[in-house]
């Protein structure tokens, strides 16, 4: 499984725009970039993938470099709701979960 | 909208007894989970179930767990003999072909 590397922790201000990097130098062709989240103690919710083009639903947007060794998820409106733990994945048949980004939106 | 359920949501069992962990994954969907998150460490996965056999396990899911489909619609855990160290949070998730994992709100397992 191509490895990915996020930063630990980030704050966000309630209604702005929270950018969340990840980094997966090594995702080979073939792999996806999954986007899910924990909110505390509750089952991981899936948010968005992509392969090579840039994706945008409901919840979110996912920008993907030309190369793919890393991508940003952007939350375009973030709200109190949206403090959890975000999780960057590059593996579909499994998930692998690393330790994610603790974002906390702040009033 | 359609979502993945778990039953029950905390169970409490003594060290060596049987537990079976139930999950109804979404109906139509073809492509069975589970994964465990002991407290404060990261989402691990245990297995995923296609066409009524394992299509993957990890070192985690050794021979005290195993999983079944007995009627169609439920998907359950079990772990033979527990040891204090399955205390954890264990998810099942599902999908369909398309590649997005539906997660359940988990079952928290304690042993004692």
């Known amino acids: 499984d191509a490895k990915t590397t996020q930063p630990p922790s980030m704050d966000c201000a309630e209604g702005r725009a929270a950018n969340l990097p990840c980094n997966h130098s090594?995702?080979?062709?073939?792999?996806?970039v999954y986007w899910y989240r924990q909110i505390h103690s509750q089952g991981p919710q899936y948010i968005i993938h992509?392969?090579?083009n840039n994706e945008t639903n409901e919840m979110a947007s996912l920008i993907i470099t030309e190369d793919r060794k890393s991508s940003t998820l952007i939350l375009p409106h973030a709200t109190l709701r949206d403090t959890a733990v975000y999780y960057c994945i590059v593996r579909v048949i499994k998930l692998s979960f690393g330790a994610g980004t603790t974002v906390t939106v702040r009033a | 909208e359609p979502e993945v359920t778990q039953t029950p949501s905390h169970q409490v069992t003594q060290m060596g007894q049987e537990v079976i962990l139930r999950c109804v994954p979404i109906s139509n969907h073809l492509y069975f989970y589970w994964y465990r998150q002991i407290l404060g460490q990261k989402v691990e996965f245990l297995v995923s179930?296609?066409?009524?056999?394992?299509?993957?396990k990890s070192e985690i899911f050794d021979d005290q767990f195993s999983v079944e489909r007995p009627d169609g619609s439920n998907f359950t855990l079990k772990i033979r003999s527990t040891k204090l160290e399955d205390s954890a949070m264990y998810f099942c998730a599902s999908r369909d072909r398309i590649y997005e994992q539906y997660f359940g709100p988990g079952t928290r397992l304690t042993v004692t």
């Open positions: 992509g392969l090579k």
């Open positions: 179930f296609y066409n009524n056999e394992i299509s993957e």
């Open positions: 090594t995702i080979s062709g073939n792999e996806y």
